[in-house]
Nanobody, 128 residues
Framework: QVQLVESGGGLVQAGGSLRLSCAAS????????MGWFRQAPGKEREFVAA????????YYADSVKGRFTISRDNAKNTVELRMSSLKPEDTAVYYC?????????????????????WGQGTQVTVSS
Protein backbone atom coordinates (compact mmCIF):
# COMPACT_ATOMS: atom_id res chain seq x y z
CA GLN A 1 0.00 0.00 0.00
CA VAL A 2 1.42 3.34 -1.07
CA GLN A 3 1.60 5.99 1.64
CA LEU A 4 2.75 9.57 1.41
CA VAL A 5 3.22 11.67 4.50
CA GLU A 6 3.92 15.39 4.24
CA SER A 7 5.48 17.49 6.96
CA GLY A 8 7.02 20.91 7.44
CA GLY A 9 4.05 23.18 6.97
CA GLY A 10 3.30 26.06 9.29
CA LEU A 11 2.84 29.78 9.70
CA VAL A 12 5.44 32.13 8.29
CA GLN A 13 5.63 35.83 7.52
CA ALA A 14 5.75 37.10 3.99
CA GLY A 15 9.29 36.91 2.67
CA GLY A 16 10.11 33.94 4.85
CA SER A 17 11.00 30.37 4.01
CA LEU A 18 9.69 26.88 4.69
CA ARG A 19 10.79 23.41 3.72
CA LEU A 20 8.21 20.75 3.09
CA SER A 21 9.07 17.09 3.12
CA CYS A 22 7.20 14.05 1.84
CA ALA A 23 8.07 10.52 2.94
CA ALA A 24 6.92 7.78 0.59
CA SER A 25 6.48 4.07 1.14
CA UNK A 26 4.85 1.09 -0.52
CA UNK A 27 6.23 1.53 -4.02
CA UNK A 28 9.64 1.51 -5.67
CA UNK A 29 9.69 5.23 -5.28
CA UNK A 30 12.73 5.80 -7.48
CA UNK A 31 10.83 4.71 -10.61
CA UNK A 32 8.19 7.44 -10.47
CA UNK A 33 7.91 11.15 -10.88
CA MET A 34 6.91 13.09 -7.79
CA GLY A 35 4.90 16.25 -7.65
CA TRP A 36 3.68 18.95 -5.30
CA PHE A 37 0.27 20.53 -5.67
CA ARG A 38 -1.58 23.01 -3.51
CA GLN A 39 -5.14 24.01 -2.83
CA ALA A 40 -6.23 27.30 -1.34
CA PRO A 41 -9.68 27.77 0.21
CA GLY A 42 -12.33 28.11 -2.45
CA LYS A 43 -9.90 27.33 -5.25
CA GLU A 44 -9.07 24.28 -7.30
CA ARG A 45 -5.98 22.21 -6.68
CA GLU A 46 -3.08 23.57 -8.70
CA PHE A 47 0.30 22.31 -9.75
CA VAL A 48 3.35 23.65 -7.93
CA ALA A 49 6.40 21.58 -8.86
CA ALA A 50 7.45 18.16 -10.09
CA UNK A 51 10.61 16.14 -10.46
CA UNK A 52 11.28 13.32 -12.88
CA UNK A 53 12.10 9.86 -11.52
CA UNK A 54 15.76 10.42 -12.39
CA UNK A 55 15.88 13.53 -10.23
CA UNK A 56 17.51 15.45 -13.06
CA UNK A 57 14.55 17.30 -14.57
CA UNK A 58 12.37 19.62 -12.56
CA TYR A 59 9.23 21.54 -13.46
CA TYR A 60 7.60 24.53 -11.81
CA ALA A 61 4.47 26.59 -12.03
CA ASP A 62 5.23 30.09 -13.23
CA SER A 63 3.95 31.50 -9.95
CA VAL A 64 6.69 29.77 -7.94
CA LYS A 65 9.55 29.65 -10.40
CA GLY A 66 12.71 31.10 -8.89
CA ARG A 67 11.31 30.89 -5.36
CA PHE A 68 10.64 27.17 -4.87
CA THR A 69 12.99 24.23 -5.37
CA ILE A 70 11.98 20.60 -5.56
CA SER A 71 14.43 17.80 -4.89
CA ARG A 72 14.34 14.11 -4.11
CA ASP A 73 16.43 11.52 -2.33
CA ASN A 74 15.64 8.13 -3.83
CA ALA A 75 17.71 6.34 -1.22
CA LYS A 76 15.54 7.80 1.53
CA ASN A 77 12.27 7.78 -0.45
CA THR A 78 11.72 11.45 0.22
CA VAL A 79 10.91 14.50 -1.82
CA GLU A 80 11.33 18.05 -0.57
CA LEU A 81 9.97 21.41 -1.54
CA ARG A 82 12.03 24.34 -0.39
CA MET A 83 10.06 27.54 -0.48
CA SER A 84 11.52 31.00 -0.13
CA SER A 85 10.31 34.58 -0.59
CA LEU A 86 6.90 33.35 0.43
CA LYS A 87 3.87 35.46 -0.35
CA PRO A 88 0.40 35.51 1.20
CA GLU A 89 -0.94 34.03 -2.04
CA ASP A 90 1.17 30.91 -1.37
CA THR A 91 -1.16 30.10 1.51
CA ALA A 92 -2.71 26.70 0.84
CA VAL A 93 -2.71 23.06 1.76
CA TYR A 94 0.24 21.45 0.01
CA TYR A 95 0.04 17.88 -1.23
CA CYS A 96 2.71 15.57 -2.56
CA UNK A 97 1.83 12.96 -5.13
CA UNK A 98 3.39 9.98 -6.89
CA UNK A 99 3.35 9.70 -10.65
CA UNK A 100 1.15 7.13 -12.29
CA UNK A 101 3.65 5.73 -14.80
CA UNK A 102 6.91 3.97 -14.17
CA UNK A 103 9.99 5.55 -15.73
CA UNK A 104 7.87 8.30 -17.23
CA UNK A 105 9.84 10.47 -19.65
CA UNK A 106 6.99 12.50 -21.06
CA UNK A 107 6.52 16.22 -20.70
CA UNK A 108 3.27 16.43 -18.77
CA UNK A 109 3.86 16.89 -15.08
CA UNK A 110 1.38 19.59 -14.18
CA UNK A 111 -1.83 17.58 -14.45
CA UNK A 112 -3.27 15.92 -11.37
CA UNK A 113 -4.40 12.98 -13.52
CA UNK A 114 -0.75 12.04 -14.02
CA UNK A 115 -0.52 11.13 -10.32
CA UNK A 116 -2.29 8.28 -8.60
CA UNK A 117 -1.41 8.52 -4.92
CA TRP A 118 -1.61 11.58 -2.72
CA GLY A 119 -0.63 12.55 0.76
CA GLN A 120 -3.00 14.02 3.30
CA GLY A 121 -1.60 17.52 2.88
CA THR A 122 0.18 20.04 5.07
CA GLN A 123 -1.01 23.57 5.72
CA VAL A 124 1.17 26.51 4.76
CA THR A 125 0.02 29.94 5.90
CA VAL A 126 1.86 33.08 4.92
CA SER A 127 0.93 36.22 6.81
CA SER A 128 1.32 39.68 5.33
Amino acid sequence: QVQLVESGGGLVQAGGSLRLSCAASGRTFSRYAMGWFRQAPGKEREFVAAIRWTGVNTYYADSVKGRFTISRDNAKNTVELRMSSLKPEDTAVYYCAVGRKEYYTGSIYNQADEYDYWGQGTQVTVSS
